[in-house]
């Protein structure tokens, strides 16, 4: 769950931690980032997963981090969706675990 | 000039495209990753610091040497790279490739595919939840950015990977709590025979990472569940050790991995018949010894038969010259056999490690009927039991009623175990159950970047 009093996320940085960082949105609320991380790094090393599974009660965070699975897109605020393994981080990303509410989602 | 284009900048797709270019030809190389190097030689980021001896360990010669070819030839203007880019389509020598700027159209005249392979992960009670990812994943976030997918990292699986991956997390001071290998140490023992007698250096080497494993290592062991609360993810692994006690190791986070699966969409696109390989529990690609599939079609690579990096760089090589030679250029026969010679090596290496770390069929067939199979769509074993009386075992029409193979994955992660729970049910080899037709595009596009207009498409200009 996207628990902001939790600490840290699920990743945890073991290497190259002096990178710059940058600083992006998740579901409305700042985080930071350091340049070179994917989406998928930058959002799961602050938060433990990433949206919503559709098909059941839990929550994904990807799962073969190399584009081949298809688990880990995500949103952005203006609509378009991005695959967070394959993806490099930007200043002032703007991200969403959810589809906007603009978006035309089909009812179930 | 010939237009070639290669598919995959790992191993195989840079030997080729050296070749190639060699032999005056200049090959476009089209690619998923930022920069070249593939899964196993994977680079990180231009700002980070880590060596290659730190990333690629003994094989740091290797990957550093490949990096260093695909940069010297694109920098001379030797070849054309399409980084970021994923070929959706193929279809009378037209590639359809979404890239940064959308989908454009790229003729060719002939085409090398070094797509690879991926994991080969194995259904296990709690694998769809948040936190359990591919043992790939592990050594990609590892490698590719310097993160520990957890504090507490469960290893599960077989093969090579399995080992490697523990000791480079280990290194890299990242918290193992477990090595949970499938593989009985007698299958270990007959396998590893026969790829010490093919590659005794490579195979020492491996004994040598298993050694520091220590403890944490258990061989022939069976997975019963990864129990947790599907939104936090993983609190512990319940399974059994080789003499059958039953054990806990808690963990947060769990990567799976039963060796390889080539990465065959594309090639069958492409034309390709496939046969069922008894050595890999999969099915593969035909080709005759240089890697030639079809009129003007090459493969190479992990893509073509689970060799390695090594075999990799030697298949691609072997594939650009039959695609010289058939184009009428001359080739270096001498280097075309040594090269040949090289591979058939690599090849009873592997035939080692199949047997060595085998597919856990007798696991999945056993599977619960609650057991997550397709973890894209959450459906069942059971659901897939259930659809085999309408459906009949075969599995493009298993597919159809039980939607297993049709989630956003297109069955990369699910087909195999899906043969095997319904060729269990049916009392017949999962080579019977039949082979899911891939189908393009071969990953997601967005709408807008598909609905170009012809004449756009025919300039090669993003819709």
Known sequence: ?108 | MTRVLIVGAGPAGIRAAQTLAAAGLRPTVVDEANRAGGQIYRRPPQSFIRPPSTLYGSEAGKATALHNLFDDLLATDQIAHHPQSSVLGLHDGVAQVLGPGGVSALPYDRLIIATGATDRPAPVPGWEMAGVFSLGAAQIALKAQGVALGRRIVLAGSGPLLTLVAAQLLDAGAGVAAVLDTAPLSAQIRGGLAMAAARPRVTLRGLGLRARLGRLYHAGVTLDAIEGDPATGPAEIRWRDARGRARVTPCDSVALGWHLRSETALAELAGAHFDWSTIWSQWLPVSDDEGRAGPGLYLAGDGLSILGADGAEIAGRLAARACLADLGQTTDPAAQALDLRALRRMRRFATGIARAFPWPAQMIRALPDDTVLCRCEGITCGALRATLPRSGPEANRAKSLSRIGMGRCQGRYCQLAGAEIMAAASDAHPAQMGRLRAQPPVRPAPLHALAVRDDEANNGRPG
């Open chain 1, 1 to 108: 769950m996207n628990d902001p009093s939790r600490p840290t996320g699920r990743l945890q940085r073991l290497a190259e931690t002096e990178r710059a960082p940058l600083d992006f949105h998740f579901d409305g609320q700042p985080l930071t980032g350091l340049e070179g991380d994917s989406v998928l790094t930058a959002i799961l090393t602050s938060r433990t997963d990433l949206r919503a599974a559709e098909f059941g009660p839990g929550r994904r965070t990807g799962f073969c981090l190399m584009g081949a699975c298809q688990d880990c897109w995500i949103w952005q605020e203006n609509g378009p969706r991005l695959r967070a393994c394959s993806t490099t981080l930007r200043a002032g990303m703007r991200l969403l675990s959810e589809p906007p509410s603009t978006w035309p989602v089909a009812e179930s």
